[in-house]
């Protein structure tokens, strides 16, 4: 009851009449009619995580054709009674399943879990596993029962993200377990010595034999694929897979791909890539516009593969940046480049505001994308456009923050790559004009620009503008008060620099600063009789770093580094005195020194600054 009194004024306004005579039909999703995949956690979480009839309703009265509950996979019962209700309002069920199952601690998962090339053991059985498959095929199966009698369950949503402790990426990337080696040798007609397990890949490599590895375990990979499809269409030969995330692993492109899609049952794509914006400080136009470059550049994969597939883009309200009215844009964007959008459905909460301002603009994309209006994305926001809001919520913790003098002269700043979303803080003089220098850095094939925004102490938005891709530009403003004033800084998948200012300026680390490459010495203030701090630093799979940090008279006094299997290092310092402390960034024992990001500890002052004497302080208490 409490749905229909909450949504009541959204579906006055918009509404569907999905299980009339315009229902769709099951041939015509992907095609002529574009897929419309909600991933329910808002809506479930009512009832104690059990889809109940209300839910589906509510799906299908806001134009969606697809229904998913995140939780309940393995309960039958109910993707019967989830079936049953779709297919009476008209839309279909994909039950959703994670593509990875926890092994347990005990011997009899000894030699059988995924191993990394690196060695590394994820608590995870092997896709090489009789576990694995006997578990996986043991529900996809029954599905594809349950479908005759409730032909709205259309396939399985598999989620192959890797959630175990200990992640190098997303399932499945070759797995160098006990099973296949055993398979490999004894195929191979192999010795295969005692090896440990970070010792695998290189004997492999050593003796000539891994790209002969890597194809008896991808057509291991194939046969187990193509057995569970062969179980599958002997039922249901229209039953689909849908797979996350697109455009694949390993696994997925090798295996999953061509033993999976059929004529018959294309197979569906999940893409991630969409799920906010590029960056979270990204305009709205151009956040679409971006995300619309990844979909075209992600689809060319399965189509070089050449395979029947459906192919969508993902939105997460979760993300930072996915406002609701950029959410609904987002999904008419991805419908009119590719096959149709899911909705991973988590973030707000359903008797609040947030779910029923999300579920008007899922609402609005619904039916602007099944009448084709594709161009709507563009029309002009209804909400005002805040793309710099998340950058600024924190700053009123800092707005007391001492202010260093500056000489009015420009100072050059070391080679400091920005990557991402960041801020910095200026210490600004009332009346003399205050400039920094910036410049757009290119990485990769990227072709972002670089765009910023500066507010006063009031938080009040002074100025904006864009600095185009591999070009240098300026912000230069005259204060009217003396304080501290913030610039927001974005470039999308490229990276910046500051090159030079004439203020000071700190960069803001209190909740991550952004980077990528090495760094030298930048310096934060510790006030006196501060206690031990903590710095942190992390990398991303194998993108590695090391910190080192110094005290005052530039002596070392910790360091610590990521690894491939410890992607956060925290360094903890027991200051002897207050003052102006440093740290580095350099190149870890293991890895690539990329991106990463560094935090400091919210007892010390958020900024880092090129120049010890223009470190920020705390104003003495």
């Known amino acids: 009851m409490k749905f229909f009194i909450t949504l009541g004024v959204v579906f006055s306004l918009i509404s569907f009449s999905a299980y009339t005579e315009a229902t769709t039909t099951r041939a015509e999703l992907g095609k002529s009619e574009k897929l419309c995949i909600l991933v329910d956690k808002v809506m479930q979480p009512e009832a104690k995580w059990v889809t109940e009839e209300w839910m589906v309703k509510a799906a299908a009265d806001a134009g969606f054709n697809v229904f998913s509950p995140r939780i309940g996979h393995e309960r039958l019962d109910e993707v019967r009674r989830v079936a049953a209700w779709c297919g009476q309002y008209g839309i279909f069920h994909l039950p959703w399943m994670r593509g990875s199952l926890t092994a347990p601690d005990g011997p009899e998962a000894d030699g059988k879990r995924v191993v990394w ?239 029923a301002e999300y579920w008007k603009w899922f609402t609005w994309a619904n039916s602007a994308i099944r009448e084709g209006r594709f161009d709507a994305q563009h029309q002009p926001r209804e909400n005002p456009e805040s793309w710099f809001a998340e950058a600024f919520k924190q700053v009123g913790k800092i707005a007391e923050l001492g202010v260093p003098k500056g000489t009015g002269q420009h100072v050059a700043w070391p080679n400091i790559k920005l990557r991402g979303d960041n801020l910095i803080v200026l210490a600004a003089t009332a009346g003399t004009p205050a400039e920094v220098l910036l410049q757009d850095v290119p990485v990769g094939a990227y072709d972002n620009a670089l765009l910023w925004e500066l507010r006063d102490p009031s938080m009040k938005t002074l100025l904006s503008g864009t600095i185009p891709h591999g070009t240098n530009g300026e912000v230069r403003f005259t204060p009217e008060t003396e304080g501290l004033y913030f610039l927001a800084l974005t470039s999308g998948s490229c990276a910046y620099s500051i090159t030079s200012t004439n203020t000071p300026a700190g960069l803001y680390a209190a909740e991550g600063l952004s980077l990528i490459q090495g760094v030298g010495r930048l310096y934060f203030y510790v006030p006196p009789k501060t206690g031990a701090f903590t710095l942190s630093i992390k990398g991303q799979g194998g993108e590695t770093a090391r910190l080192n940090v110094f005290d005052p008279a530039g002596n070392p006094i910790a360091t610590v580094q990521t690894s491939t299997k410890q992607q956060t290092a925290k360094a903890t310092v027991t200051p002897g005195d207050g003052g102006a402390y440093s740290l580095e960034v350099t190149k870890a024992d293991e890895g690539v020194l990329e991106d990463y990001t560094i935090t400091l500890d919210a007892k010390l002052p958020p900024t880092l600054s090129p120049l010890a004497e223009q470190v920020f302080q705390l104003p003495p208490k």
């Open 117 to 355: 090339e690196d060695g590394m053991e994820q608590a995870l059985w092997s896709p090489n596993a009789d576990a694995f498959w006997d578990w996986t095929t043991r529900y996809i199966v029954e599905y594809a029962r349950i479908s005759l009698k409730f032909p709205a369950l259309m396939g399985v949503f598999l989620d192959y993200e890797n959630y175990a402790p200990g992640k190098q990426g997303n399932l499945y990337s070759l797995s160098y377990d006990d099973i296949i080696l055993k398979q490999f040798s004894e195929a191979a007609n192999l010795e295969l010595p005692s090896l440990a397990r970070d010792k695998r890949k290189a004997w492999l490599e050593e003796k000539g034999l891994h790209e002969t590895f890597a194809e008896f375990q991808v057509n291991h990979w194939r046969e187990r694929c193509r057995a569970l499809r062969q179980a599958v269409d002997a039922i249901a030969p229209a039953f689909q897979f849908c797979v996350y995330p697109a455009p694949g692993t390993p696994f997925m492109v090798q295996a999953v791909y061509p033993e999976w899609a059929t004529a018959q049952a294309p197979l569906i794509l999940a893409d991630a890539c969409t799920y906010g914006r590029p960056s979270r400080f990204l305009p709205e136009q151009e956040s679409l516009a971006g995300n619309k470059a990844r979909l075209l550049d992600n689809i060319k994969i399965p189509r070089e593969a050449g395979i029947p597939f459906i192919y969508t883009g993902g939105i997460d309200p979760a993300v930072r940046g996915a406002d609701p009215e950029f959410s609904g844009k987002n999904a008419v964007m991805i419908s009119g480049v590719t096959d149709g959008y899911w909705i991973f459905y988590e973030g707000p909460t359903y008797t609040k505001d947030d779910h």
